[in-house]
């Protein structure tokens, strides 16, 4: 019987470790203040970074106010919340060559709850 216990206590620790937390766009709003530093959350880009309102479901590199690098432009990615999350964890590792100077988010959670946050203003 303690064989088992112990299995099933493992098991349940297993689980517990990869079972999905839910997003929190409200941590994701104060985790975006490190992006805030170039981007905008409104509707018109700044000289330095696009703006990052309404990125779900546009095109990389589309906004007409905003001067990209050939490779972003180029890309071919549509954002979504899986392109952002690959992108915000290693902006030169998934898009080589893009002019952001970012090394990226190692953490998983973070970058979950920054993409809720940047769906909660997609609008």
Same mark, same amino acid.
């Given at each position: 019987m303690k064989m088992i216990g112990?299995?099933?206590?493992?098991?349940? +620790?297993?689980? =517990? !470790? @990869? /079972?999905p937390t839910r997003a929190d766009p409200e941590r994701g709003q104060t985790l975006f203040a !490190?992006? /805030? =530093?170039?981007?905008? @959350?409104?509707? !018109?880009?700044?000289?330095?970074a696009p703006s990052l309102?309404?990125?779900? %479901?546009?095109?990389? %590199? +589309?906004? /007409?106010?905003?001067?990209?690098?050939? /490779?972003? +432009?180029? +890309?071919?990615?549509?954002? @979504?919340?899986?392109t952002i999350r690959k992108f915000i964890q290693s902006p030169q590792g998934f898009i080589p060559g893009n002019r952001m100077p970012f090394s990226g988010i190692p953490s998983e959670a973070d970058r979950a709850d920054i993409v809720d946050y940047l769906k909660s203003i997609s609008g």
């Open positions: 112990r299995v099933v206590l493992g098991l349940v +620790s297993v689980l =517990a !470790a @990869t /079972a !490190a992006c /805030a =530093a170039c981007h905008e @959350t409104g509707p !018109a880009s700044s000289r330095r309102k309404g990125i779900i %479901g546009r095109p990389a %590199g +589309s906004l /007409a106010d905003f001067r990209y690098s050939r /490779a972003m +432009s180029q +890309s071919g990615i549509v954002w @979504t919340d899986e």
